[in-house]
């Protein structure tokens, strides 16, 4: 899943997705200890954004893609006008073996502004993708569009 800021013109810098906690507990590894404050976070804060999608990624990198998913189609909903939480819902999907809708987030993260070619090719969130003629399609369009704007 993408770290980056959630609308190509915010400069504002997101945590990675594997997390930026400093403080870890010696019985909990460093994602365990994120998954539990995130979730403490979200219960009293169900909508903040940034911690849906740093629990989202964490929640996929542990395999739990089912509920790492219903938090991205929440950000969807939350910002639907911003590239980064339809491009981390079509992970999601593609994770799942979801593949038209997949697609489908893809192309709309596209449509919006997203235009990291790179990101596409190596994230390995969209291997299920990769054969479908439809993934060439979207990834010669996102490198004309960024050849275009020299973003990436």
């Known amino acids: 899943m993408a770290s980056t800021p959630d609308h190509p013109n915010d400069s504002t810098p997101k945590p990675p997705c594997s997390g930026t906690s400093g403080f870890r507990v010696e019985s909990q590894s460093r994602r365990e200890f994120e998954l539990e404050f995130m979730a403490g976070i979200l219960a009293r804060h169900p909508f903040y954004t940034d911690v849906l999608r740093v629990h989202a990624c964490n929640l996929a990198a542990i395999g739990e893609h089912g509920r790492a998913l219903q938090l991205d189609r929440l950000q969807v909903r939350l910002l639907p006008h911003r590239p ?41 969130d969209l291997d299920s993708l990769r054969d479908d003629p439809r993934f060439a399609r979207l990834s010669r369009r996102i490198e004309s569009i960024t050849a275009t704007c020299r973003f990436d």
């Open 84 to 124: 980064i939480p339809w491009y981390n819902l079509a992970c999601g999907y593609a994770a799942l073996g979801m593949i038209d809708a997949a697609f489908m987030a893809l192309e709309r993260a596209i449509d919006l502004g997203f235009n990291r070619p790179r990101l596409l090719r190596n994230d390995r």
